[in-house]
């Protein structure tokens, strides 16, 4: 089973930018979609942003124009980059396969976007 760790959360202003990094412990090359989900305190986890093995790329409409996600399968890695941050995106951030969560759950990252 692949072990998924995220990182690269923090407190950021509104406008600001951050790049979350997701790493598996084994190669995703074989995994069709891998996605970055996020899930708000009393909210359910919703999918934000997914990425075919080809690089095919669909966002959700509130991240769309804002978020890029990129996916490395040399190297294991799946990334988003989030660019002007709103409030509304504060989150436990996670990544997994789609459109079935397939993967044991990591830890997540937390993503802080206030003044």
């Known amino acids: 089973q692949v072990q998924i760790v995220e990182s690269g959360g923090g407190l950021v202003q509104p406008g600001g930018s951050l790049r979350l990094s997701c790493a598996a412990s084994?190669?995703?090359?074989?995994?069709?979609?891998m996605g970055w989900y996020r899930q708000a305190p009393g909210k359910l986890r919703e999918l934000v942003a997914s990425?075919?093995?080809?690089?095919?790329?669909n966002y959700a409409d509130s991240v769309k124009g804002r978020f890029t996600i990129s996916r490395d399968n040399a190297n294991n890695t799946v990334s988003l980059q989030m660019n002007s941050l709103k409030p509304e995106d504060t989150a436990l951030y996670y990544c997994?396969?789609?459109?079935?969560?397939?993967?044991?759950w990591g830890q997540g990252t937390q993503v802080t976007v206030s003044s």
């Open positions: 997994n396969t789609v459109p079935v969560a397939a993967l044991d």
């Open positions: 084994r190669s995703i090359s074989s995994i069709y979609i």
């Open positions: 990425i075919t093995r080809g690089g095919r790329t």
